[in-house]
């Protein structure tokens, strides 16, 4: 099992259009096969000494997959490809990690 974060910087106050893509996006990735969990998820202002300061123009997609070729599949669907394309002036810059247990 693989595990995915990828962090998106949005565009300035673009965030809930980009968020509209993502809930038309999620369903779709979860039916693929070898997807485990497909989840964006937003900074929480949570006030804990620990916490790093929130960012309200970012967005984490949280991702689990079965496998390396299960996530590469789906980078190369036709919803992801389409989903690149809406969102192009939505992001400004996307980072990946990909994370095996240890």
Known sequence: ????????EVAAGRRDDLLA???ELVPKVRAEDGCIEYSPMIDVHG??????????????ILEKWESIDAL???????HMAEYFRQAEDLRLSMNLRILQPA
């Open 72 to 78: 590469k599949a789906h980078l190369k669907t036709l």
């Open 1 to 8: 099992m693989l595990c995915v974060i990828a962090t998106i």
């Open 47 to 60: 006030g804990l000494e620990a916490q790093s300061p929130p960012q309200d123009n970012s967005l984490v």
């Open 21 to 23: 893509l993502f809930r």
